[in-house]
């Protein structure tokens, strides 16, 4: 008889335990797993899409344009820009989930403005034209981000910028502290899997970024 409730009490104890573990993983987490995660197998480019199994626990969460000017302006968080079927963001997103892990990060804020952003080229004659225009927030994003942000390549203009993805922006009280654009230097091919010494190399570089956005912690007899 006391085996059986013993037996019983572990049972309620493990189902329990899920059910607490599941309650951690919000619906962004859920959503963002799901959405990487269902183009697996597929092709772009005649080349594979690199398959992907993001963890259950991956600290996304999603905000809108409004939020991400939001944050920069007035706030503190890690904003990750990408979209799905980036092969560059396919191979930043299990280094940066890692990263966050690493220095215990809340949680990493998520932006798709791939529909958002502007398309621009240069004409017959060599202007610069605007064949897709742009939100209103993405020119406020790239107004607020004009010393930051990479040229328009292709325009052969400094003035001509462009957020382009994956990029991950770190921002503390407002102030944007570091900012990462694509995965590596040393990577050539986004089809290919970032190896061990490459992902090791860039989860060091965006650990070290996302502790510029967390406050300090002084014990009482020291100085920071």
């Not at 993001?54 to 344009?65: A, F, G, L, M, Q």
């Not at 993805?165 to 899997?193: C, M, R, W």
Request: glycine share 4%; net charge negative; charged share 35%.
């Amino acid at each position: 008889m006391k085996k059986v409730v013993i037996l019983l009490v572990i049972s309620i104890l493990l189902v329990t335990g899920c059910t607490k573990k599941q309650l951690k993983i919000t619906k962004d987490e859920q959503k963002f797993k799901e959405e990487y995660e269902s183009i697996n197998g597929q092709k772009q480019n005649d080349k594979e899409i690199m398959e992907l199994n993001v963890p259950e626990e991956n600290k996304i969460s999603y905000i809108d344009s409004s939020e991400v000017l939001d944050i920069i302006k007035n706030k503190t968080g890690v904003i990750y820009f990408g979209f799905p079927k980036c092969p560059w963001c396919r191979n930043l997103v299990p280094v940066l989930i890692d990263a966050a892990k690493e220095v215990e990060l809340d949680k990493i804020y998520y932006a798709n403005l791939l529909e958002e952003r502007n398309t621009k080229t240069k004409n017959e004659d060599g202007e610069i034209i605007e064949e897709k225009k742009g939100s209103d927030n993405y020119y406020k994003l790239l107004e607020l981000l004009d010393d930051k942000l990479g040229t328009y390549e292709g325009l052969d203009s400094e003035e001509e910028k462009r957020l382009y993805f994956p990029t991950v922006l770190f921002v503390k009280n407002g102030h944007v502290e570091d900012i990462h654009i694509g995965t590596l230097d040393s990577q050539k091919d986004p089809y290919k899997k970032l190896t061990e010494k490459q992902e090791k190399e860039l989860k060091s570089i965006l650990a070290k970024a996302m502790k510029k956005t967390q406050s300090l912690t002084c014990d009482t007899d020291k100085t920071c």
